[in-house]
Structure formats: structure tokens, C-alpha cells
């Protein structure tokens, strides 16, 4: 026979609030009480049946997640460590792929919206407002990550790209470098405009002179590296130095520079973005703590839900970023 929540409360000696309150994870119950509860669970391998609890609760026991590209490694560590948050709080996650696009993101919004999620997580990638203005109205807790809510107030965790691409061109130029590219993401791309703007700073902070036909846009994956690289030697002149958007864009500018028999960091000196596992070579890059930020994010989004915290003052947290310095980058 199948055990109910019922018949839990009766082994227990407690009420069957109490004991819904330990199987959702709600606050209020002593540590005491919720150990006799999940003991007894365990013992009669206990299921709670989800639908009847989104019933009586008006839950979903789904959070979303939109986020811009699936395919990269990074956003893979991010996603583990917002589905072992979740559950944790037995949620599931609906995830969707947007591509960086503010329509396909708009899309995803009103598509989440539709199938009743209790919260979303959003990776916005471009300045459009437009997708965080959607949930506002829906009034569905939401956060932010890698991106700040810019007009709209709203919980966020972020890496400090400014201060990452800082330090890369920083230790280019630490390393002789002067004539240093960037091969960024979209133009309009809040990641990219952050990295460009410590970029800039690191280069005036050192007298060099800024120059606009240095930087390049577009290029968010591996084949976008690979289109980065022969545009270069298509200019002719190459740089001593590239700082790429990602780390799949610096392997495939290495990828193009290989085809013509040039080698990194013999013929070119690259700084990657992300430090993620897929790379085999010793590339020197901006690591970000991909896996800490989604707990993060996780972490204010359920704080949102859990205490129907939708007033209140938001949280904004920043995280550091490192650079890994392995044998990519040649001293002049």
C-alpha cells in the first residue's frame, strides 16, 4: 500500500503541516523535528506526490532558466549547480536556449510565464529591458545572472568582467604587448561592452593609444573563432596579441592560425574567457567561477519564493575573477 502524507504524520505524532512543511523545505520547523520526519521517510521510502502538492499550494515545483547559449561548456556548470539547488527544495528546472537573441529571450519569458513556473532565472545578454519588463508584470520571483537588471531592480549575481579583461590586457602588456586585438561577442552584448571597457582602461592606464579598428565583434563560439582568425590574416599585419570573448573563440582562432602554419604564442599571444574544461591547450584565461555563481543566483531566486520575499531590498553580488596564466601569452 502506498504511504501518505497521512499516514507519515501518524507515525511521527505530528500534525500534517508540520510534516508538509519538512517535505517542502518551508522555514519554521526545528532541526529536531524536521531529523524524526525525514528519518521515518526514509524508512518507508516515503514519495510525495508533487502534483498534489502544486495543487493545494498552487505551486509548479518548477523554477526556469533562460540562458543563451546550451552548447557552451560554461553555462553547462552554471546550469548543474542551479539544478542541484533546486533540488534541494524538490524543484525541478525548465530550461531554454535563447542564443543571445532579445526575441528568442522575450519568447522564452512569455513561454515560462504561460506553463506557471514559481521563479526564473534569467541570462540576458543583450540591453533590452524588454524580457525583465515581461516578468516584472507577471510579478513570478526572478533573478539575474552574468547580467546585471540594469533599470529594474532585481536580485543578480555576476562575474566582474571589467576587472577580468583588465588584468589580461594588463599582463599583456606586462609581457611587451602593444598591439593588442579583442575579438569580442555581439556589440551590443553587456558582456562584451564590459570587457571592452577594461580593456580600454588597461590600455590608457598604460599611455597606449586606443584603437577602434582593434576591436572586432561577433564571435561567441568555436566556429565564430575560426571566421575571427581568417579575418585577421585576411587584414594582414597581425596583432602581437588577441584577448578572445570566450575561450571556444581563442581555440578557434588558434584552430585558423594552425591552418596557416602559424602558432600560438610563437606567431600570436591569446588570453581566453571562462576557463573551461573543454580546452585542452595551455590556454591562458580569465577564470570565472561558473558553478558558484549559479548556486548563487539559485540561492536569492528560492530565498524569493520560499519566503514570498517579493518586496524588499535586492541583492547584487559580484563575483571575482582570476587570471590563469599557463602558455599562451609570449614575452616580446
Known sequence: MKVTITDIAKMTGLAKSTVSAVINNRPGVNSETKKRVLEIIERVNYIPNQMAQGLSNQSSYTIGMIIRDVTNPFYAKIFRAVEKKAGEFNFSVLLSNTDGDADKELQSMRFMIAKRVDGIILDLSTNSIESLLEVKRSQIPFATFGSAAGKIEADCVEADDTAGAFQAVEYLIANGHRNIMFAGGRQDSVYTQ????????????????????????????????????KQMLERGNLPTAVVAYNDLVAIGIIKALAESGLKVPDDLSIIGFDDIDLVTFPLTTVAIPEYEMGTKVAELLFNRIQLKAEAGPVSSIVMETKLVVRESVRAL
Open 194 to 229: 564590459r570587457r571592452l571597457t577594461g580593456i580600454k582602461d588597461a590600455l590608457l592606464a598604460q599611455g597606449i593609444m586606443v584603437q577602434e579598428n582593434s576591436f572586432l565583434y561577433g564571435f561567441e563560439n568555436m566556429a565564430d573563432g575560426y571566421r575571427a582568425g
